[in-house]
């Protein structure tokens, strides 16, 4: 267990907070009270995460797929298969 004042806490605050992490009690002192610090991790939303991107042409999942530069814009196209 581990007693800090808070003068103390104020110069170690990562250090405590590490420690806490780690599940070391730390406890901070202040004019006769007793505080505790502990660690509290998120409870899980549960909800699954679709994906944001799906690649939708064939082309561009094989890798077969290029840009044509023109003077005013880039057009993105699939390479043509060699015979």
């Not at 006769?32 to 610090?37: A, D, E, F, Q, S």
């Not at 660690?39 to 699954?48: D, F, L, N, Q, W």
């Not at 994906?51 to 005013?72: C, F, Y």
């Amino acid at each position: 267990m581990k007693t800090y004042t808070v003068a103390m806490v104020r110069e170690r605050l990562a250090q405590a907070l590490d420690e806490a992490q780690q599940g070391q009690p730390v406890f901070i002192e202040r004019r006769g009270v007793t505080y505790r610090i502990s660690v509290e991790t998120p409870a899980s939303s549960g909800r699954v995460r679709r994906r944001s991107i799906e690649i939708l042409d064939p082309a561009v999942e094989r890798g077969q797929w290029t840009w044509d530069w023109t003077p005013r814009q880039m057009r993105f196209r699939g390479k043509r298969r060699a015979r």
